[in-house]
């Protein structure tokens, strides 16, 4: 059992350019989330989704989307990437929603 | 010791001895923390949590101490070992409809052998 899959590892972009990042998970938790992980900001919220079907925006959503089509996959779409966008990303994910979040293994993005 | 919003503080111990990393918060209607570690390129992986009706739970090597009274979190790693280095923060949820964990900065936790 892998639980939170992410992909990719990493990846280097240039600005303007869409990209979407895969989160994929086994664990059929309900609850799925992104987050951006900057140094000396912690973890902030983009966007999460309670269940599959519905969406909710986060702390610092400008400039992402998201779709929950299903149980396991949520991905995090940059439409136009901009260097400031250049992050950690984590996806996580709970059973419930007031249950606690287990973390994927981060996609690295850099933006030029 | 951390608080949710500030600079990341570092603690330096020896392999053997006991750790102890701090953790304040600031909304009081939270009722639910959570430790995190994360090492180096990895993603954060859950230790220990804790619910606002108790004041201590504890795991294999780890105690985590909540005092509502002073909104204070602690995490406790008894005999330190160097797979301990990590960045350790702390999260609480502040309940509600919408779950939404408000996250610490960290503290960087540096095992010497």
């Known amino acids: 059992i892998a639980g939170i899959t992410q992909a990719p590892t990493s990846q280097i972009l240039a600005a303007g350019r869409r990209m979407t990042l895969r989160c994929t998970q086994d664990?059929?938790?309900?609850?799925m989330y992104w987050y951006r992980q900057d140094l000396g900001l912690g973890l902030r919220l983009i966007h999460y989704?309670?269940?599959?079907?519905?969406?909710g925006k986060g702390e610092v959503p400008d400039g992402y989307s998201v779709s929950r089509a299903n149980t396991d996959d949520f991905p995090l779409t940059l439409a136009s990437a901009v260097p400031s966008q250049t992050s950690v990303y984590f996806c996580?994910?709970?059973?419930?929603?007031?249950?606690?979040?287990?973390f994927g293994p981060g996609t690295r993005l850099t933006v030029l | 010791g951390e608080s949710v919003g500030l600079h990341l503080p570092t603690l330096s111990v020896q392999e053997g001895d006991n750790s102890i990393i701090n953790c304040a918060y600031s909304n009081s209607a939270s009722d639910y923390f959570i430790w995190y570690k994360q090492e180096s390129g990895k993603g954060p992986q859950f230790i220990i949590d804790i619910r606002s009706n108790m004041d201590k739970r504890q795991g294999q090597r780890v105690t985590v101490l909540l005092n509502k009274t002073v909104k204070h979190l602690s995490l406790q790693i008894a005999a330190t070992q160097p797979g301990d280095s990590a960045v350790y923060f702390c999260a609480e949820n502040s309940g509600g409809s919408n779950y939404k964990l408000t996250f610490g900065k960290g503290t960087l936790l540096t095992v010497n052998p």
């Open positions: 664990m059929r938790h309900n609850a």
């Open positions: 996580a994910t709970s059973q419930g929603h007031t249950d606690t979040q287990y």
């Open positions: 989704s309670n269940t599959a079907g519905t969406t």
